[in-house]
C-alpha cells in the first residue's frame, strides 16, 4: 500500500516536518537556498525538490536478489530549488545546475535525440529487446565520477517515460534551472547517489508537469533505473527508503514478485531504556560507481550465476537465455505461486532451503581465502551454457574483474541475512504489540541480529573492510546492542544500537578508541558520528508569493 500512495507536494514546511522544531531549524536552509538560487539565477524558484539518504538497519546485498531489506530515511538530505529557465530556448529541455558547495562546479547541459541503435536502458538491460527509433542522450561519463552525472541520470528516467518519440510524445521537455545543496555525505553507505538521483527526478517531473497520477512506487523503479545510466547494477534498496519512508518507521520493503513496502515502527521510541541508531562513518571513502568492477557489480554478477548453477544442481526448469535471481530459484524450488506465500512462509523456506546451498561449496575449498571460488572458465562450465551465450547472459551489459568467482559464500551470506530481515521484522512487529514497557531482551535480539549481519556481510559478502571491522568492535566495546556495516560497502558507515541515555558516552568512547576521529574538530565529528531519527521520505515543496 504504502508504495501505491502519491507522491507528496506541500505548501510548507510545517506540513513536510516531522516536527515543528525540526521545520523551524530546516527553514533557514530552505530559505538561504531560495535566495541563492534567485541570486544566480535572476528569478525566484517554484519549487524544491527533497530527498533523504537511507540507513540500512539491515538485508545488505540481496535486494539485487529480490529478497526483502530493512531500511529507514534518515534526516540527512538532497534538497534542490528549481524552477524554469528564464534563459534557455523553450522546449530546449536544457538544463543549468549550480551547487552551493563550490567543490561541485556549475553545468550546463541539453539533453539530445540520437536516433538508431539501443536505448541506454536497452544496454543496462540485457534482457530487455524494445528497440526503438530515437533516444535520450546525455552523455554521462562513467569511467570519472562527477556530481552532475546523477542529476543526468535522474532526467533519463523522465525523458524516457514522458518525452520519448518511440512512445508516440509530441511534447518537449522544459528547460530548468537548478541548484543543489546536500547533507549526505557522499561514499559513506549512507545512500546520497539515490537522494541526488531522486531528488533530481523530482525536480524534472514536477516542473515539466508530470507528478500527478505517480505513485511512489513507480518513482522508485524509475529512480532504478536511472542509477544504471552511473554504471552500477544495483537494487532498490535506496531508492525505495527515500522514496516511501515515513518518519518514525523503518521498512520492510520487498521486490518480489513486485516492490511492496511495509513501515513498520521502530521499537526503540517506547523502551526503557529507550534505544536509537547511531551512525558512524569509517572515513574510508567507497564510491560504488567508481569500484564497481571489482567490488559492487561483482556481486551482482557472482550471485546471478550462483543463481544458475544452484538451479541446475537442483534440476530446476531453466531456459539458457534467462537470469534468474536467487529468491526466483528458491521460488521455483518450492513449486508454490508466489502469491500464495506469506512472509512466515518465505522464512520456513528459506530454512528447509539452507542445506541445499552446500551443493555449491567450492572444489578448492580450504585453499588461500579468496583461492577457494571458481574460476572465468570453470564458471561457465558451471553454468552449462556456452561461452557465447554465458558472455551474453551475464557479462554483455556489465565489466566485472576477478580472478574467483565465489558461489557458496555470497550465496550462504544472502539466504543467512534475508533469514535475520525476516526476523529483525517480526521482533519489531512483536514489539508493536506489546503493551506497555517493552523487556530490554528485545533490544539485545536485535543487536544480536545485527552483529551477525555484520559477521556474513564480513566474512561471506567480504563487503567489510578493516577499519568498518574496527568500528563495530569499537561500539560493541562501547556498549551497543549490536552493531553492523550499512550499505554498499567497502568503507562508509557502521550503525550501532545503542540505549538513549548512553549515547554521548558512547561517541566518546568511540571518539576515542577509533584513531582517525581524534584530530576531528567537534563540527566534523558531529558530520562523522550521529544518532539518527527515521525520518520522512521524498517530497516536493510548492513555493508561494
Ligand atoms: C548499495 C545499493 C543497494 C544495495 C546496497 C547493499 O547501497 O545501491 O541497492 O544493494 O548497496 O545492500
Not at 552532475?148 to 522544459?174: T, W
Amino acid at each position: 500500500m504504502a508504495a501505491q500512495l502519491p507522491i507528496p507536494v506541500y505548501t510548507s514546511l510545517d506540513q513536510a516536518m516531522p516536527d515543528l522544531q525540526t521545520a523551524a531549524v530546516q527553514a533557514v536552509r530552505y530559505n538561504n537556498l531560495v535566495e541563492e538560487f534567485e541570486k544566480r539565477f535572476g528569478h525566484k524558484p517554484s519549487y524544491i525538490a527533497r530527498a533523504p539518504g537511507r540507513v540500512n538497519l539491515i538485508g545488505e546485498h540481496i535486494d539485487y536478489v529480490l529478497f526483502g531489506c530493512f531500511p529507514a530515511a534518515i534526516e540527512r538530505d538532497i534538497i534542490i530549488a528549481c524552477g524554469p529557465s528564464t534563459s534557455a530556448p523553450a522546449g530546449s529541455g536544457g538544463v543549468q545546475a549550480a551547487n552551493l558547495d563550490p567543490k561541485y562546479k556549475p553545468q550546463t547541459f541539453v539533453p539530445m535525440l540520437k536516433t538508431g541503435g539501443p536505448t541506454a536502458t536497452e544496454e543496462a538491460d540485457a534482457a530487455n529487446t524494445v528497440h526503438a527509433e530515437a533516444s535520450w542522450e546525455l552523455d554521462i561519463d562513467t569511467r570519472e565520477l562527477r556530481w552532475e552525472s546523477y542529476v543526468k541520470a535522474g532526467y533519463y528516467g523522465v525523458l524516457n517515460r514522458f518525452f520519448s518519440p518511440a512512445s508516440g510524445s509530441q511534447e518537449h521537455p522544459v528547460p530548468v534551472d537548478l541548484l543543489f545543496t546536500g547533507s549526505v555525505p557522499s561514499g559513506s553507505g549512507l545512500s546520497s547517489s539515490a537522494a541526488m538521483g531522486v531528488a533530481s527526478a523530482l525536480a524534472f517531473l514536477v516542473l515539466n508537469d508530470k507528478l500527478e497520477g505517480l505513485s511512489k512506487g513507480q518513482l522508485v523503479e524509475m529512480a532504478m533505473q536511472n542509477e544504471k545510466h552511473v554504471g552500477v547494477n544495483s537494487g532498490g534498496l535506496d531508492q525505495a527508503a527515500s522514496v516511501i519512508c515515513t518518519p518514525h518507521s523503518a521498512i520492510f520493503v520487498n521486490f518480489y514478485p513486485k516492490l511492496t513496502a511495509e513501515p513498520i515502527p521502530l521499537p526503540t521510541p517506547r523502551t526503557i531504556p529507550r534505544a536509537v541508531f547511531v551512525c558512524a562513518n569509517s572515513l574510508v571513502v567507497s564510491d560504488k560507481a567508481v569500484t564497481a568492477k571489482f567490488h559492487y557489480n561483482l556481486r551482482v554478477v557472482e550471485t546471478l550465476v550462483a543463481a544458475r548453477v544452484l538451479g541446475r544442481l537442483l534440476n530446476l526448469p531453466l531456459t539458457p537465455t534467462e537470469r534468474p535471481t536467487l529468491r526466483v530459484i528458491l521460488s521455483r524450488w518450492l513449486g508454490t505461486p508466489e502469491a500464495d506465500l506469506e512472509k512466515e512462509d518465505v522464512k520456513s523456506a528459506i530454512e528447509r532451503f539452507l542445506p541445499e546451498i552446500q551443493k555449491l561449496r567450492p572444489p578448492r575449498e580450504g585453499r588461500n581465502p579468496g583461492e577457494e571460488g571458481v574460476t572465468m572458465k570453470e564458471m561457465i562450465e558451471l553454468s552449462g551454457l556456452s561461452e557465447e551465450q554465458f558472455n551474453e547472459v551475464y557479462l554483455s551489459w556489465v565489466e566485472v574483474e576477478a580472478e574467483y568467482f565465489q558461489f557458496y559464500k555470497r550465496t550462504r551470506h544472502v539466504f543467512t541475512e534475508a533469514l535475520r530481515v525476516l526476523e529483525f521484522r517480526e521482533v519489531c512487529v512483536r514489539a508493536q504489540a506489546t503493551e506497555g514497557d517493552l523487556p530490554e531482551e528485545t533490544l539485545k535480539q536485535l543487536g544480536a541480529l545485527l552483529d551477525a549481519s555484520h559477521e556474513s556481510c564480513s566474512t561471506l559478502c567480504e563487503s567489510s573492510c578493516p577499519e568498518v571491522d574496527e568500528l563495530t568492535r569499537l561500539a560493541k566495546a562501547a556498549g551497543a546492542y549490536g552493531s553492523r556495516i550499512t550499505g554498499a560497502g567497502w568503507g562508509g558507515c557502521t550503525v550501532s544500537l545503542v540505549a538513549e541515555d548512553r549515547v554521548e558516552e558512547f561517541i566518546a568512547k568511540i571518539k576515542e578508541g577509533y584513531a582517525p576521529y581524534r584530530e576531528l574538530s567537534e563540527e566534523k565529528l558531529h558530520d562523522a558520528i550521529f544518532a539518527t531519527k527515521p525520518s520522512s521520505g521524498a517530497f516536493v515543496l510548492k513555493l508561494t508569493e
